[in-house]
């Protein structure tokens, strides 16, 4: 301790002791704290690995169920929606783009065509106006129509316009008009079959009423029927009420009276009905009375208003150049079957007319039968009684041509 300055060397020595004092303590419980921090943390790893290597070992043992969290499953989604939605709008873009461009491709074809059309269309109309001299004034300046309409946007676009809209309700009426092709057909198919069948039930009554011989009315009209004088010597048969002047074949045949009535009418001859015109006995006329429209024979319907005679009515036949005269004195229908209605006993030249009956048909037969009144007949000869005229004789009266379908059938079986 310094006297002189009164003991401050001390006190200042002391304080520098204290100082490096308190540093070294600072210093070791630092070392301290660092050492302890250090085992500390030691510690901590060792439990760690240990905690880690039980967990592990837990681990293997458990099934795995790993818990979802909400917002990895929001993420989740939110990615496949957006993955989606990607996706999808690069598939219908393409899908839109390929459209628009077959629209394109589309229209770029009709408008060529109608280019097209509207070309020849201009040709067709210029040489129109070259032949008419057909002009328009369009603007106060004259031009031709055709000139117009190629020049003029609004004409022409109407054009095109008027061209489009045409053809368009034509392809929609064409297409309309295909659904109906299997029904029309069908039905066409049908009406001819019928009509092919059938005919003569709609064309027999009306050439009833209409002149089926082939001469004038007025010389048929004219015949005086108790005037007998000579006449051609082709045979004939007469009726004036029927206009009917048609040639009369004689001798024929049974077998060949269906071919001979398509040359006229037939002299029909059994065993008790043979007689010639002027002999005592039934003298036998038959010939048709309806035919297919299209059939070649001429006198289909020579015997068509047959139903229309009436008692009194007048009936000429022309054989070996003399005219004999007969009048109407009865009618009856009877079946096809019953050819011994035509055997009658009677000591008059009489005449039978035979047909079929109702008009189309050959169902019945209508046998219209006269008397002699001109020339006289006394005296007259008795008729030959035949006892068999052919071997191939018919069981039925003759008939009419047969229709559409019996033609076929009979084709078919050789009849």
């Known amino acids: 301790?310094?006297?002189?300055?009164?003991?401050?060397?001390?006190?200042?020595?002391?304080?520098?002791?204290d100082l490096q004092r308190q540093a070294a303590s600072a210093i070791a419980?630092?070392?301290?704290?660092?050492?302890y921090a250090k085992k500390a943390a030691d510690a901590a790893r060792e439990a760690k690995k240990a905690d880690s290597a039980e967990n592990s070992a837990h681990y293997k043992n458990e099934p795995i169920a790993?818990?979802?969290?909400?917002?990895?499953w929001k993420k989740y989604h939110s990615a496949w929606q957006d993955y989606?939605?990607?996706?999808?709008?690069?598939?219908?873009?393409?899908?839109?783009?390929?459209?628009?461009?077959?629209?394109r491709l589309k229209d770029a074809r009709e408008k060529a065509e109608e280019e097209e059309i509207l070309m020849s269309l201009t040709k067709a109309s210029k040489k129109s106006d070259k032949k008419s001299g057909f002009?328009?004034?369009?603007?106060?300046?004259?031009?031709?129509?055709?000139?117009?309409?190629?020049?003029?946007?609004?004409?022409?676009?109407?054009?095109?316009?008027?061209?489009?809209k045409k053809a368009t309700e034509s392809a929609k009426k064409s297409r309309r008009s295909r659904r109906f092709i299997p029904i029309l057909a069908g039905v066409f198919v049908t009406l001819l079959i019928l009509f092919l069948q059938?005919?003569?039930?709609?064309?027999?009554?009306?050439?009833?009423y209409v002149s089926p011989g082939n001469a004038p009315a007025s010389e048929i009209e004219a015949l005086d029927p108790t005037i007998t004088k000579a006449v051609s010597a082709d045979p004939k048969l007469i009726i004036p009420k029927l206009n009917v002047n048609v040639p009369l074949r004689f001798g024929v045949a049974l077998s060949g009276v269906m071919s001979a009535m398509n040359n006229g009418v037939a002299h029909y001859r059994i065993a008790g009905a043979s007689a010639y015109p002027g002999e005592i006995g039934n003298f036998v006329v038959t010939g048709h009375s309806a035919g297919d429209i299209y059939s070649s024979n001429p006198y289909k319907?020579?015997?068509?208003?047959?139903?229309?005679?009436?008692?009194?009515?007048?009936?000429?036949?022309?054989?070996?150049?003399?005219?004999?005269?007969?009048?109407?004195?009865?009618?009856?229908?009877?079946?096809?079957?019953?050819?011994?209605?035509?055997?009658?006993?009677?000591?008059?030249?009489?005449?039978?007319?035979?047909?079929?009956?109702?008009?189309?048909?050959?169902r019945y037969r209508l046998l219209v039968t006269g008397e002699q009144?001109?020339?006289?007949?006394?005296?007259?000869?008795?008729?030959?009684?035949?006892?068999?005229?052919?071997?191939?004789?018919?069981?039925?009266?003759?008939?009419?041509?047969?229709s559409f379908f019996e033609g076929i059938w009979n084709w078919l079986t050789g009849n």
Do not use: H, W
């Open 301 to 362: 319907y020579i015997f068509s208003g047959l139903e229309r005679l009436e008692d009194g009515d007048l009936i000429y036949v022309n054989y070996n150049s003399v005219r004999y005269t007969y009048r109407v004195v009865k009618k009856e229908v009877i079946e096809p079957t019953n050819v011994a209605a035509l055997v009658v006993n009677t000591d008059k030249p009489l005449i039978t007319l035979v047909t079929c009956t109702p008009l189309g048909t050959s």
């Open 373 to 402: 009144i001109s020339p006289t007949y006394e005296g007259a000869e008795k008729s030959e009684d035949l006892p068999t005229v052919d071997e191939n004789s018919s069981e039925n009266l003759p008939a009419n041509e047969p």
């Open 1 to 17: 301790m310094n006297p002189e300055n009164g003991g401050q060397d001390f006190n200042v020595s002391k304080q520098t002791s």
């Open 198 to 208: 059938y005919n003569r039930l709609i064309f027999a009554p009306i050439m009833a």
């Open 135 to 164: 002009k328009l004034e369009k603007n106060g300046v004259i031009a031709s129509a055709s000139e117009i309409a190629v020049n003029e946007g609004g004409f022409g676009d109407n054009l095109k316009y008027r061209i489009r």
């Open 29 to 35: 419980r630092k070392k301290v704290l660092a050492a």
């Open 84 to 103: 989606y939605q990607k996706y999808y709008s690069e598939y219908y873009s393409k899908a839109a783009r390929t459209y628009i461009e077959k629209e």
């Open 66 to 72: 790993p818990k979802i969290n909400s917002e990895s």
